[in-house]
């Protein structure tokens, strides 16, 4: 069976820190664009960071100060490890699995695959 598997949320106070996994199941990760989104109440979904099959990284803009996503071929698993949380940082984080490459997975947000989600929630 076909799968992406986030875990790793939870709540954090401001200035605090959090790593999200996503683990795939059925397939290879590395075979596929990878790439992280998130929701926040109320809001359009936003894209937060991608991994190429080749280990290309990108984020949106200012959130490549504080995330770094990360693939461990061996376990099968994209890492996105969050730093310095702020509470608009809040939002369901889903990660995405595409072998089509970027195009389908980045800019139209159409994957292959998705993942059920996991909350993170930042707050004193």
């Known amino acids: 069976q076909v799968q992406l598997v986030e875990s790793g949320g939870g709540l954090v106070q401001p200035g605090g820190s959090l790593r999200l996994s996503c683990a795939a199941s059925g397939f290879t990760l590395n075979q596929y664009a990878i790439a992280w989104f998130r929701r926040a109440p109320g809001k359009e979904r936003e894209r937060v960071s991608y991994?190429?099959?080749?280990?290309?990284?990108d984020y949106t803009g200012s959130l490549k100060d504080r995330f770094t996503i990360s693939r461990d071929d061996v376990e099968n698993t994209v890492y996105l490890e969050m730093d310095s949380l702020k509470p608009e940082d809040t939002a369901v984080y889903y990660c995405a699995a595409d072998r089509r490459g970027l195009y389908n997975l980045w800019a139209l947000q159409t994957p292959e695959y998705w993942g059920q989600g996991t909350q993170v929630t930042v707050s004193s």
């Open positions: 991994i190429t099959a080749d280990g290309t990284r």
